[in-house]
């Protein structure tokens, strides 16, 4: 799934810069705390399910040891997989993981369990804390250095940083793992309407660019790009039928075309066995997401002009939701084997409704277009604001430099000046010391 974010924005004014969204739009998966925590340190034993693998092309075994954590894009992410990775260390913790509930895990009572882990364990903890608050220092200190402010108090501004206790710096206690759960949840919770927030914002940009463009033609050449825009519209509403996600006809043309079997021998559990990759007995997002690209496929192609990739994420992702809605009867955002067979028993599975595709939604009213233009509008002016501020700021540096250059010319000159005077009055000149340059003729 892609998003356009060249930055992570921390609470209040904090901000980093990584390279790793160079690129406008990338793949963020996006996963609940407890997702992870589950993900990560549950080892749920799926029912075996015999597969008749010389019915399927080009299977291959998935190592599961192989197999890293999706990246949940929070400015923590590292800090969230480490703490995992260590209580997964831990027997006892591990063991009352697997028998807790989504409830427990998110409400906090799982936390207390962190009072009963082993010594090693609670070392690497704290260890883990002392670097994550370091890493937190030293990035508050590198934006104030950036904006040359001193005499800040950077103990106040951890405050900002709700997925730790930074008032105990050196333990890692149940409030710091209470508080690690619920911020990744509550940031993770409201990721996808971000993201809905971003496309939107994407697609006013870009008929915003489209109008003013316009604007710039003749008559004549205005009337040829409408042609050409409306033409390219038909051109890619022009496509085959989409299954409805997580209908019987979508899963069974994945079941054919993806999987290689014969439609006539479909069935739910072997589908639900074959698509969960890293077999941990649930259907994350990211794997339900996979299901969906043959019917992107109808609608989307990189090789052509009028269907837009970033629109096909969109989609996506509306499909990936929709499905969730449908299927995840405890809204974990995951989809276990029972969840995915009561699915399959509703009469949604068997008759459900036509889909309708991106192409069929408006994505924004003209009146959200007049807005969105004049915040442009308003950036715009302040940037420009900006930009003739530090143009005047330029010029002044120029003028000092010039003085200074012509300060320096005419110290040169007087320096010249008295040499001169010094040998037309035959005294040899002098160094800085008052030594004689050379000796004078005897």
Request: charged share 40%.
């Amino acid at each position: 799934m892609t998003i356009g974010y060249d930055k992570i924005v921390f609470n209040k004014d904090l901000t980093i810069i990584i390279p790793l969204f160079q690129m406008r739009w990338r793949t963020i998966l996006l996963q609940y705390c407890f997702l992870l925590v589950t993900c990560l340190l549950t080892a749920l034993e799926a029912v075996p399910i015999d597969i008749d693998k010389t019915k399927v092309k080009n299977t291959q075994p998935v190592d599961s040891a192989k197999i890293e954590p999706p990246d949940t894009g929070l400015y923590y992410d590292e800090y969230l997989k480490q703490v995992i990775d260590v209580l997964e260390t831990d027997n006892h913790f591990r063991e009352k993981l697997q028998k807790a509930d989504i409830e427990e895990i998110k409400s906090g009572r799982l936390s207390k369990e962190l009072d009963l882990v082993s010594h090693h364990v609670r070392t690497r903890l704290d260890e883990l804390k002392r670097q994550e608050l370091a890493r937190l220092r030293m990035l508050i200190k590198a934006k104030l250095d950036s904006h040359q402010n001193t005499g800040i108090d950077h103990h106040a501004l951890l405050k900002q940083f709700d997925h730790l206790n930074h008032l105990n710096p050196d333990k890692f206690e149940s409030t710091d793992l209470n508080m690690l759960i619920k911020a990744a949840t509550s940031d993770l919770e409201h990721y996808d309407k971000t993201r809905h927030e971003e496309f939107k914002k994407y697609e006013m940009m870009k008929e915003h660019e489209r109008r003013e463009y316009l604007k710039t033609l003749s008559e004549e050449k205005r009337k040829e790009e409408e042609s050409k825009f409306e033409e390219m519209k038909k051109k890619h509403e022009n496509h085959p039928k989409v299954n409805h996600p997580g209908s019987k006809d979508q899963l069974k043309e994945v079941w054919e075309e993806t999987d290689g079997l014969d439609p006539n021998d479909f069935d739910p559990k072997t589908f639900f066995k074959l698509h969960d990759v890293n077999s941990d007995g649930f259907l994350d997002e990211q794997e339900l997401e996979a299901l969906f690209t043959k019917e992107l496929e109808k609608v989307y192609d990189p090789k052509n002009e009028e269907d837009d990739m970033i629109e096909m994420e969109e989609e996506r992702l509306r499909m990936r939701e929709h499905v969730m809605n449908e299927v995840d009867a405890n809204r974990d955002r995951l989809v276990t084997l029972e969840e995915f067979l009561k699915a399959t028993e509703k009469k949604e599975f068997l008759e459900p409704d036509s889909w309708e595709t991106l192409d069929q939604q408006q994505f924004f009213t003209e009146e959200e277009l007049r807005e969105y233009e004049k915040l442009i509008s308003l950036q715009e002016n302040e940037l420009k604001k900006k930009a003739d501020e530090l143009q005047k700021q330029k010029e002044e540096l120029q003028r000092q430099h010039d003085q200074l250059e012509a300060q320096k010319l005419e110290y040169h000159q007087a320096v010249q000046q008295m040499e001169q005077k010094k040998l037309q009055q035959e005294i040899p000149p002098s160094g800085p010391g008052g030594e004689l340059k050379f000796q004078p003729r005897m």
